[in-house]
């Protein structure tokens, strides 16, 4: 177990892992979120009272879900920074921050496509929404953050201990519709109980949810790739590697 | 585990222990203001301060709508099924807007007890379903009002 664990920080062995892995992500991601999708937005049957419009929730949900869930995954990795300085956590934050700020931002336009029709706005100053704007806030201070401090280490734990600080703000949006009073609707899934949906509504939904997991697990793979291979250019296994590329 | 990396640990939980206090204070302290609106049962404990820009929400009382046939201006309380208020709006409602659906009014309260209106926005459930699921809800709750009543009929001869 803490073999593995030290294994997996090593940044070749990690590269290795990934290239075999990123094939099963990208297709079973793209099966699953092209049936979500295509099932949710076509086939699902329209909500009683939003109609078609609903339907936007075949997007928003997941990449909200997501923006919260990339988050988390960063704050773990920002743990394993701090304390065991694995320079593969560091990594993933990095190369996770910015598909976080693209799933946030997803998520805040695809809800004020939503409110206007719904609701009568795009937007209003309520607990989820301005919780959500203060997630692409923070991804957009970690990505600044990693990219004003050139030296590695420092970056490493300046933007692990930022990603800590903005974690509080997770349960915060997870809560705020439970917490006060706002316009956005309480949660339709909640673990204890059956989702206030029919399943052929929430399946698609949770199709296309896995999916974008899958798709972002593949593309996290990408990034971090690239970031190794750009830290570690002066390595003897990078030089080998571009080698037998070039061949 | 290696007693620097037990350190390094202790320190990350005291720092996020630290943050979730302080966030969980300043949150708590301006709950009032976090709230988007006020309920009807705020407003009629007086907790809602008089000719100040205010929001209003609950749902729209069934029965409660009236219409003006010349403008605009409808009339409708708001319920959170304890207290209600009443509230007068001159302009066009979301399309959601319906008896027994909720609502944010954003407005002043005035001296009279009224609230009055400068926009209405719906607030809808986390409930979805087909409309063919909604119609057989609404037929069977139809069908069950109907036996209660055909039954006190029944006991009326």
Known sequence: ?247 | MHPIRRKRLTIVLFLLAGIAVAVGLTTYALRQNINLFYDPSQIAAGEAPLDVRIRAGGMVEEGSVLRDSESLKVEFKVTDFNSSVLVEYTGILPDLFAEGQGVVAMGRMTDNGRFVADQVLAKHDENYMPPEVAEALERASAAKHKAGDSSSADTAY
């Open chain 1, 1 to 247: 177990m803490w073999q593995f664990f030290h294994k997996l920080g090593s940044p070749k062995w990690f590269f290795g892992i990934a290239n075999r892995l990123m094939p099963w992500l990208l297709w079973g991601g793209a099966v699953l979120l092209l049936a979500g999708l295509v099932w949710g937005l076509a086939f699902a049957p329209k909500d009683y009272l939003q109609g078609n419009s609903y339907r936007i929730i075949f997007i928003h949900v997941p990449s909200a879900f997501l923006a919260q869930s990339v988050y988390i995954m960063m704050a773990v990795a920002a743990v394993v920074t701090l304390v065991w300085r694995m320079k593969l956590a560091d990594v993933f934050v990095k190369a996770a921050a910015p598909v976080g700020a693209v799933l946030t931002f997803l998520a805040l336009f695809t809800g004020a496509v939503w409110g206007k029709p719904t609701w009568g706005t795009w937007w209003i100053w309520d607990a989820r929404l301005t919780s959500m704007l203060i997630l692409l806030f923070l991804y957009f201070g970690v990505i600044a953050l990693g990219a004003a401090i050139s030296d590695e280490k420092s970056s490493a734990r300046a933007v692990a201990v930022l990603v800590l600080v903005g974690v509080v703000n997770i349960p915060i949006i997870k809560y705020s519709v439970e917490w006060w009073n706002t316009l956005h609707q309480p949660a339709t899934f909640k673990l204890t109980e059956k989702p206030s949906m029919p399943i052929e509504m929430w399946l698609p939904l949770l199709l296309s949810v896995l999916g974008l997991y899958l798709i972002f697990g593949w593309f996290a793979c990408l990034r971090m790739q690239t970031e190794i291979l750009t830290r570690e250019r002066r390595t003897r296994w990078v030089k080998e590697l571009v080698q037998a590329e070039g061949n």
